[in-house]
């Protein structure tokens, strides 16, 4: 067993207090390698915010979780090597599928877990978040649950159609569960398609693709029946199309890829919405950033050459994330 604290992690309960008194929102970042991880923490000390290091279940089969709990462990110090004093970071389990997923990741130092059972009928929704919240409140681990289903895909995260969040079951799911926490569905999508083509109207002015607005009416409902209650969005990438345009220049082929308009997430973050996700933004300006180095130099074999361009221009997007959209800089904990 190894708890959280002992590797300098945080958990959300204060960070999500403070972020719906101040009306911006934390930044949840997925990390799956040592380049984003590295992006991820530069960008947040050098903003001075809050950061949730968020971990799939596709990213500890990738990177192996052993690995990952040092590489969090390993982020403590090198934002203080950095020259941040007391740095707030959340390792947290993003769409945990079981209990045993949520005590494996509780167990090994994690500080923040979520159990997604939107898939399941409600009771049983209800019945297997109460179970995680119980095991992981031991350890004073918070609990994210969620209801409602959001489309799109995301590693082993998948579904066809988004069923928005019903307002009228938050007060008993948050009473019965005990979660500290509660992703809700109002739109949003996981990954890079978020939506159909015959779901958008095109901008005559730009000719790109424009999304149909999120369901801000079904979160005023939530907020008011959870006056204060940590609200969260799930699939809020906005799919810079810079780096869409980038991918396809460089000879990749990403067609109708579209995202969240920034406006919108900025919207949220100033409501009872505190912690935004965010995983896709970073796969793109990685993958662009690859692609562009390769296609310039081909002869070029030293991963260093085009994973260090990578590292920086996730970290130019992870700042302007933090700064333009959440809110979150200068909100570290005095």
């Known amino acids: 067993m190894v708890n959280y604290k002992d590797l300098g992690l945080v958990n959300t309960r204060e960070m999500f207090a403070r972020a ?3 009306g911006y929102a934390i930044p949840a970042f997925n990390f ?5 991880l590295q992006a991820i923490i530069k960008a947040s000390v050098e903003t001075k915010s809050p950061v949730i290091l968020q971990v799939s279940k596709g990213a500890r ?9 040092y590489m969090a462990e390993g982020a403590v110090a090198f934002a203080k090597e950095l020259g941040c ?5 959340v390792l947290h389990l993003d769409h945990g599928d079981s209990f045993e997923l949520c005590k494996s990741c509780v167990d090994l130092g994690f500080s923040s877990v979520m159990i997604d059972g939107s898939h399941l009928p409600y009771e049983e929704n209800v019945a297997l978040t109460k179970k995680v919240v119980e ?19 995301e590693d082993e ?13 938050v007060i008993d799911f948050s009473s019965r569960t005990g979660c500290d926490s509660l992703a809700i569905s109002i739109g949003t999508s996981h990954g890079a398609y ?3 083509p015959e779901q958008c109207h095109v901008d005559p002015k730009t000719g790109r693709l424009v999304p149909p607005p999120l369901a801000f009416d079904v979160l005023d409902a939530v907020m008011e029946k959870l006056p204060g209650f940590p609200i969260v969005l799930h699939g809020s990438s906005s799919v810079p199309q810079e780096y869409v345009d980038m991918i396809n220049k460089y000879g990749g082929k990403l067609e109708a890829a579209i995202g969240i308009p920034e406006d919108e997430l900025r919207k949220a973050a100033k409501s009872a919405v505190c912690k935004i996700n965010i995983d896709s933004d970073s796969r793109l300006a990685m993958t662009a950033a690859v692609r562009k180095v390769l296609f310039e130099k081909p002869a070029e074999f030293d991963p260093r050459k085009y994973l260090g361009p990578a590292r920086d221009e996730m970290e130019k997007m992870y700042k302007h994330k933090i700064v ?11």
């Open 20 to 22: 719906i008194k101040g």
């Open 61 to 69: 089969n990738y990177a192996n979780q052993t690995l990952l709990r």
């Open 157 to 169: 995260v998948s579904a066809e159609h988004h069923t928005y969040t019903n307002p009228e079951e």
């Open 324 to 334: 333009n959209v959440l809110g979150s800089d200068g909100k570290l904990a005095q």
């Open 194 to 196: 978020k939506f159909k």
């Open 135 to 153: 095991y992981a409140h031991q350890y004073d681990v918070t609990v994210e649950g969620e209801l409602g289903v959001l489309a799109g895909v």
């Open 32 to 36: 799956n390698n040592m380049e984003q």
């Open 85 to 89: 004093e007391h740095p707030e970071i």
